[in-house]
């Protein structure tokens, strides 16, 4: 009964903590796709899926810092109005509060990148 138990509380923790992309990635031809899979009062979690071509806006947020983590792909991250980096997979790069930031596929294949913003949320979002 206590293996029960165990296996159990294993069970209920790690639908709570452990996430698969695999499961949480969507991606539409249409339009780039942010899919939530977890947020605390502290932080959100979002795996982002942008087909060739697609791009997340320039846009900033007074309240936290945005971190995006590249598993697949590659693209082209923008960290001001002016300049260009170069993203592959295995790169990961941060916006702090009121840093401009936005990303585009810029490859043939699909491109994937899971965001964490941490500080005070909600987040807010200027758009540029």
């Keep these: 009964?206590?293996?029960?138990?165990?296996?159990?509380?294993v069970e209920e923790i790690r639908a709570e903590r452990v996430f698969e992309i695999d499961k949480i990635a969507k991606f539409d031809p249409n339009k780039p796709q942010k899919n939530f899979f977890y947020e605390t009062d502290k932080t959100v979690g979002a795996v982002w899926c942008l087909e060739p071509g697609q791009?997340?806006?320039l846009h900033s947020h007074s309240n936290v810092d945005d971190i995006w983590?590249?598993?697949e792909g590659?693209?082209?991250y923008f960290p001001d109005l002016e300049n260009e980096i170069s993203i592959t997979k295995?790169?990961?790069v941060l916006a702090k509060p009121n840093q401009i930031h936005g990303m585009r596929n810029t490859g043939n294949?699909?491109?994937?990148?899971?965001?964490?913003?941490a500080g005070s949320l909600p987040m807010d979002i200027t758009r540029y």
Aim: hydrophobic share 45%; aromatic share 14%; glycine share 10%.
């Design 69 to 71: 983590v590249c598993i």
């Design 1 to 9: 009964m206590e293996e029960k138990a165990t296996l159990s509380k």
């Design 90 to 92: 295995g790169m990961v």
């Design 55 to 57: 791009e997340v806006y």
């Design 109 to 117: 294949d699909r491109f994937m990148f899971v965001g964490f913003a």
């Design 74 to 76: 590659e693209g082209t």
